[in-house]
Structures are given as C-alpha cells and as structure tokens.
C-alpha cells in the first residue's frame, strides 16, 4: 500500500533517538498515535519536529476549556484551508471524544445542529482571514484564549505541511471517507482523547523558547508558539534575497483568499522555482506539484532542505494571521 508521503521519504520513528523518540513515546501517551504522520513528515528536519509537536499538544491536547470546542476550532480552520486529511482527522477525534453528531457534520462540511458548535467552526474558519472582524468577540471564555488561538494557529501550519507534502488519505485507500470506519477509529482513540493531559510536558523537548506573544501569556502555548516559529523561519535562508523579498511583500497584502491558478501572486516555476515553492505553502500549498518540486530541488537540496523551505511558507501565513490578530479586543473577552 502507497505511503502518505509525497516529495519526501522520512526517516522510520523506530530508528529515532534523543529528542525524536521522546516525540514519539509523547505522541503514543497523549495523541493516541505513536507515529502520526502529520509529524512523521517534518522528522527530515528535526528541529521543527519538537516546536511542531509541541505547539499541537499544548494547544489542542492540554490546552484549557473543553476538547470538542478546540476540535471545532481546528476542523473549522482546516475547512478554510482545503486540508482534507486535517478535516477527516477531526471528524474522528469528535467522534473520540463522542461527539458523533458533530463529527459527521464536519466531515459533510455541514453546519451542526448546535448554535454553539457552529459559532466555534465558523470562528476557526474566520482565522484564515488576516484581522477578520468575526474573530471578536470570540465563542470562547478569556480563560481559554490561548489554547483556541494556539489551536487555530497550529491548524494553519499543520494543515500547510500536510497539504504539501502529504497525500488526502487520513488511512489507507482512503478509508476515512465511510461513516463506520471514522466511528471505529474514533473509538480506538476515546480513552487518550478523554483523559486529562497536564499542561507543559513537552516544554522540556525545546531548546530556551521565549514567552511566546501576548495572546498566550502565561500558558504552555507561548513558549510552543515562539519555538516553532524560531524553528520554522529559519527555512528563509534557503531564499535568496530578491526571492524572500518577494515572499515577504506578498505574503504581508495576502487577505486570506485562495489565489487563482497562474494568478499574480505565484512567479513562475521556471523563472522563481524557491519562491514560488514558499509561496504555494503559505497561499494554496494543496496546489503544489511534482513540477515544482523538482523545478527547485536540485543539488545539493534534500529532503531536509524541502521541508524546511515548506515550514517558512507555511509559517510566513501563520505570522500574516497572527500579527492581525485583534488582540485587544480578544483580551477584552469575559
């Protein structure tokens, strides 16, 4: 059966050691997944593998209030994002967590039935619009801002590495897509996603992270938050000068919308093989090709060297989201 992997081959988890098997003895404990592939996929540049797992176990797994709203949250921003496998993939942690109603509802893509829910997904689908007025006043309590942004914020980069560098397919053949299979695999994973998780356990993993911003202040997502982004941005020196400038400038007037194909935004492949990749993982990474990938891989770049330039697009539209953040009136909320 076919890999979930496209452009790279990963080195196998059971040959990791130091901080890369402590990832994976964290993930197995607390996600339920010893390998998810969604991590899996950076480990050929390791130092994003811990920032990444990090930022997704504190906000999402250990973060504050409840699991299905944080669900909600994430499954809207990967509906925004076009990332198939990030929406299966919560479908199937709603059904773990026995939300069956909702989980159905999002993998249809439809609205649930509860106001409330619905007001969470479509606040995580707002998320994808640089400063959206609908981001305040949030559907959440001022106590558990930072886990829901930090949710928020994750998707958008997970949903980006996933997109490029992963195929549609949550389990083989595409199995997710039955109703059946997501409610049996939602149940294989009931007992982590129900139980308790302490916040903080992976801080330990990361090299001196900062506080993090100001929306996290105090929480276990800050320094998550900061770690990933050192991590991610350092992908920009794989660009030259006029080729990041370009990235910067045109991420920084991205309004969120999903660019056309062969529309302005995106250089050519032949002319800007390294900015165009960067760009397609900030805007559309769902659109990346072969073509492109090979337009820019040539020696000496590796699969190290691929991932890493993904992560700084990828993170570049995470920085575009979270520097609009309306941060005020978010740290108004009751």
């Known amino acids: 059966m076919p890999g979930p992997y496209r452009y790279t081959q990963p080195p196998s988890p059971q040959s990791a050691t130091g901080t890369a098997a402590a990832v994976w ?3 197995a404990t607390d996600f339920g997944i010893t390998h998810p592939p969604t991590l899996v996929v950076l480990s050929s540049a390791p130092e994003l593998l811990a920032p990444a797992w990090a930022l997704l176990r504190e906000a999402l797994i250990a973060g504050s209030g409840s699991r299905t709203d944080r669900e909600l949250v994430a499954a809207g921003t990967s509906l925004a994002n076009r990332c198939p496998f990030c929406v299966d993939a919560h479908a199937v942690l709603l059904h773990a967590n026995g939300d069956h109603a909702l989980g159905e509802a999002v993998a249809r893509a439809a609205a649930p039935g ?15 619009v640089p400063g959206s007025p609908d981001l305040a006043p949030p559907p959440f309590a001022r106590a558990d801002l930072a886990s829901h942004v930090g949710t928020a914020l994750t ?6 590495i996933v997109s490029a ?26 007992r982590v996603v129900r139980a308790p998780h302490r916040p903080g356990a992976s801080l330990d993993l990361l090299d001196s992270p900062g506080p993090g911003p100001a929306w996290a202040a105090g929480s276990s997502v800050g320094p998550a938050y900061d770690a990933l982004r050192t991590a991610a941005t350092k992908g920009a020196g794989l660009l030259g000068d006029d080729d990041l400038a370009l990235v910067q400038e045109t991420v920084a007037k991205w309004d969120g919308s999903h660019p056309a194909p062969g529309g302005p935004e995106l250089p050519g492949r032949a002319e800007r093989p390294g900015a ?8 559309a990474p769902y ?40 941060v005020p009136e978010l740290l108004e909320t009751p």
């Open 25 to 27: 003895e964290q993930t």
């Open 114 to 128: 509860d106001e409330r829910a619905s007001r969470l997904l479509e606040w995580g689908r707002a998320t994808r």
């Open 155 to 160: 998707f958008h980069f997970i949903n980006r």
């Open 165 to 190: 560098l992963c195929t549609e397919n949550l389990l083989p053949a595409g199995a997710q897509r039955l109703q059946a299979v997501r409610s049996l695999a939602g149940r294989s994973l009931s």
């Open 276 to 283: 165009r990749l960067a760009l397609l993982a900030a805007l």
């Open 287 to 326: 659109r990346i090709t072969g073509e492109d990938v090979a337009a820019w891989r040539v020696a000496p770049y590796t699969d190290h060297c691929l991932v890493h330039l993904i992560a700084y697009g990828a993170f570049a539209a995470v920085d575009r989201i979270e520097s609009a953040l309306p």
